[in-house]
């Protein structure tokens, strides 16, 4: 982006300091950089952010191929799992006579520690 070398900061740093002067410059250089910081860090959250924004739109897509493809008529049920390489099977809701883990307030009989 910016590329700045050697010789640019060297002329960045004496114009600075015969306009802030010995006594603030330090104070200036350390808030520039605290503002450079957290403008960093700010560009890199919202990197990451948009990353795992695509992601998930990526997985959702293929998972709507996976239904589409197995509520085609006539394809057989093993033939959509075996498109994509690594996709798990989506699970099956919970029966309704199953209790489901946590739920109601049955305790467990296996001892713990």
């Known amino acids: 982006m910016f590329e700045v070398g050697f010789d640019e900061l060297i002329l960045l740093f004496v114009i600075g300091l015969l306009v802030l002067g010995p006594e603030r410059l330090p104070k200036v250089a350390n808030v520039l950089g605290k503002w450079i910081g957290r403008a960093r860090r700010t560009a890199s959250h919202l990197r ?3 990353e795992r924004e695509i992601a998930l739109a990526e997985l959702e897509e ?3 191929t996976l239904v589409s493809q197995q509520t085609k008529p006539g ?3 093993g ?3 075996s498109s994509t390489p690594g996709a798990a099977p989506p699970s099956a809701p919970p029966s309704k006579h199953e209790p489901t883990p946590g739920a109601g307030g049955t305790r467990d009989s296996t001892p713990s520690g």
């Open 48 to 50: 990451h952010q948009l």
């Open 79 to 81: 033939d959509a799992t």
């Open 75 to 77: 394809a057989p049920a």
């Open 62 to 64: 293929r998972r709507k």
